[in-house]
């Protein structure tokens, strides 16, 4: 079994930062793949960035520009560097990591608002 657990989300105003942090643990052998989706009220879950073991990053376009995921120093942790924030960024961000399956975190609560 392999966990999942993020942290440092929070309140921001618009325009501001935030960064959010996930580590894997447990039964790892080789994870793949470690990324965030996020999930608005009313709204379907959505991918929003994601890295592979060999460092290729993916974004989605609404977030391009202003979000940078990267790799931890410590194995199999990621970060999410949120900039220029915006109200429309307000969602639960879930982290996930892929070892022959998908394993997700509980969610963090980010919330742009002024």
């Known amino acids: 079994q392999v966990e999942v657990v993020e942290s440092g989300g929070g309140l921001v105003q618009p325009g501001g930062s935030l960064r959010l942090s996930c580590a894997a643990s447990?039964?790892?052998?080789?994870?793949?793949?470690m990324g965030w989706f996020r999930q608005a009220p009313g709204k379907q879950r959505e991918l929003v960035a994601r890295?592979?073991?060999?460092?290729?990053?993916n974004y989605a376009d609404s977030v391009k520009g202003r979000f940078t995921i990267s790799r931890g120093n410590a194995k199999n942790t990621v970060y999410l560097q949120m900039n220029t924030l915006e109200p429309e960024d307000t969602a639960v961000y879930y982290c996930?990591?892929?070892?022959?399956?998908?394993?997700w975190g509980q969610g963090t609560q980010v919330t742009v608002s002024s």
């Open positions: 996930y990591a892929e070892q022959s399956r998908r394993y």
């Open positions: 447990g039964s790892i052998f080789v994870i793949n793949v």
């Open positions: 890295i592979t073991s060999g460092g290729t990053t």
